[in-house]
């Protein structure tokens, strides 16, 4: 399986703190991918990265293509989208305009078409309207039907995380990143949406990078856990391999005794 993203001696500074340290990695297509460490460990400085916000000294490539010195929207039109640990929707625009809202960055209509209506606008405003009911249906009654004309204020927490989920995936991304998607949500909220992450590489052939925190998830759903710790790999493999690995214990627990043992309960999710 080819790799679609490959980070080659990653590194980035901000003043004198070293976030990322000569890191390599790669995902290959249509794997779901998973990158854990403690706090600080520089996990979403990664996918800051890789989106465009931070410039690094290295290469990334995406589908063979370097994404140094690219724009975050370039690189969105690449198709490498992201969700955010910090729920970042449109709360006054009802659930179907916050999906349209990430497809019109690829419409080529100019702003004069659009406002006396020209076919290729009309054209373009019937397919932004058919790829957000598309991207909304896999969603089910959650985010379709009455859904549609809701204000995103009104949604709970959960169906926000799934509606951040649907924008990302309605800009035509070959590659999701998502950021503690998981994030305050309860049991059975993370077992749907673990399930809900499956069925998006299956029905939309994407492949998935995640920042996660509850190992439940990660167990049963990725193929590849990677552990950063102080902004550089320590560890990479399947997830049961990770829980038993002594430097990830150490990098969760530090070195005193008795860390073993205490690592158990933390980990255990990944075995």
């Known amino acids: 399986m080819a790799p679609l993203l490959e980070l080659d ?7 004198g703190l070293r976030a990322l340290h000569s890191l390599d990695m790669h995902v290959d297509e249509n794997e779901i991918v998973s990158v854990i ?3 600080g460990a520089g996990k979403t400085t990664l996918f800051n990265v890789i989106t465009g916000i931070y410039q690094p000294a290295g290469d990334i490539r995406f589908d063979g293509k370097s994404l140094i010195g690219r724009s975050p929207h370039r690189i969105t039109g690449m198709g490498v989208a992201r969700t955010f640990q910090s729920l970042r929707l449109f709360l006054n625009m009802t659930v179907k305009e916050n999906v349209k809202a990430a497809t019109y960055g690829g419409t080529r209509a100019t702003p004069i078409e659009s406002m006396l209506r020209l076919p290729r606008a009309r054209r373009e405003e019937r397919e932004v309207e058919a790829r957000a009911e598309d991207v909304l249906g896999f ?13 995103a204020y009104v949604l709970s927490y959960a169906n926000r995380r799934r509606l951040e989920i649907a924008r990302a995936m309605a800009t035509g991304a070959r590659m999701l990143l998502l950021d503690e998607p998981a994030a305050g949500m309860n049991p059975p ?8 992450i499956r069925g998006l590489r299956e029905r939309f052939d ?12 990660e167990s049963e759903l990725c193929d ?27 990098a969760y627990l530090g070195s005193g005794g008795g860390a073993g043992e205490a690592a158990e309960p933390l980990l255990a999710g990944l075995e």
């Open 189 to 196: 909220e993370k077992l749907a949406l673990r399930e809900l």
């Open 37 to 39: 460490g403690p706090n």
């Open 139 to 151: 969603f089910g009654q959650r985010l379709q039907g009455y859904r549609f004309d809701q204000p």
């Open 224 to 250: 590849i856990v990677t552990v950063l710790d102080n902004g550089k790999v320590i560890a990479e493999g399947k997830p049961a391999e990770i829980s038993r690995d002594p430097k990830v214990i150490v």
């Open 206 to 217: 994407v492949t998935i990078l995640l920042i996660e925190h509850h190992m439940d998830v």
């Open 9 to 15: 001696q990653v590194s980035l500074s901000f003043g």
